[in-house]
């Protein structure tokens, strides 16, 4: 499986941002799409997923109410769409996948994802 992700940028706080991550090598409809995120200095940390099923997401609670995540199969893409931007969501934010859907603790492990996208830069200003 590869992915790509895009849309990355700046963005000043209160506004919104859209990312993407195409996906090829596998049928689409079938994985699940997460997405995460490293900041400078830190590990990186689960964002969002979504089920293949496209009808089951979990979040983190630091995004929740704030970003969404979706799906178009068709596309083989899955959207990461960012409102309410704060300064702390200045990340470079990493689209993942993985065969299988999971318990919680599952899908927030990065260790539980085989495939990565190239990482996505957001930087948020005050």
């Known amino acids: 499986v590869q992915l790509q992700a895009s849309g990355g940028g700046l963005v000043q706080a209160g506004g919104s941002l859209r990312l993407s991550c195409t996906a090829s090598g596998h049928t689409f409809g079938s994985l699940v799409m997460g997405w995460f995120r490293q900041a400078p200095g830190k590990e990186r940390e689960f964002v969002i997923v979504r089920g293949g099923s496209g009808a089951t997401t979990r979040y983190a609670d630091s995004v929740k109410g704030r970003f969404t995540i979706s799906r178009d199969n068709t596309g083989n893409t899955v959207y990461l769409q960012m409102n309410s931007l704060k300064p702390e969501d200045t990340a470079v934010y990493y689209c993942?996948?993985?065969?299988?859907?999971?318990?919680?603790?599952?899908?927030?492990?990065?260790?539980?994802?085989?495939?990565w996208g190239q990482g996505t830069l957001v930087t948020v200003s005050s």
């Open positions: 993942a996948a993985r065969l299988n859907w999971g318990i919680p603790a599952v899908l927030r492990d990065t260790a539980q994802y085989g495939y």
